[in-house]
Nanobody, 125 residues
Framework: QVQLVESGGGLVQAGGSVRLACAASGRTFSRYTMGWFRQAPGKEREFVAAISWSGVVLSYADSVKGRFTMSRDNAKNTVSLQMNSLKPEDTAVYYC??????????????????WGQGTQVTVSS
């Protein structure tokens, strides 16, 4: 089992940058595929990015491709999401998630077993 805690959210102006971090507990962190999801007010939670246990980025949502970069450090049990060129539509609660699924796209929240509590990112225009 793994516990996830996100940090780094806040208020930023459009065009700015924010770096989110997700700290994981447990000695088996390196076995998990990790993902970032987000949920804007009044909308369903949506996929942002996913990274394999070895650090290969599996995919990004089209809406963030070229602006966001996901990475992980298995030695520190952390996953990060560097968000650049932020837009007001990036405003959402961002969630870190861990998946034990070994196949699939890893773009569906149903493929993830563990979730953090989320961190708010607000982008002002």
């Amino acid at each position: 089992q793994v516990q996830l805690v996100e940090s780094g959210g806040g208020l930023v102006q459009a065009g700015g940058s924010v770096r989110l971090a997700c700290a994981a507990s447990g000695r088996t962190f390196s076995r998990y595929t990790m993902g970032w999801f987000r949920q804007a007010p009044g909308k369903e939670r949506e996929f942002v990015a996913a990274i394999s246990w070895s650090g290969v980025v599996l995919s990004y949502a089209d809406s963030v491709k070229g602006r966001f970069t996901m990475s992980r450090d298995n030695a520190k049990n952390t996953v990060s999401l560097q968000m650049n060129s932020l837009k007001p539509e990036d405003t959402a609660v961002y969630y870190c998630a861990a998946s034990t699924v070994v196949t699939g796209t890893r773009r569906s929240e149903h493929e993830y077993d563990y979730w953090g509590q989320g961190t708010q990112v607000t982008v002002s225009s």
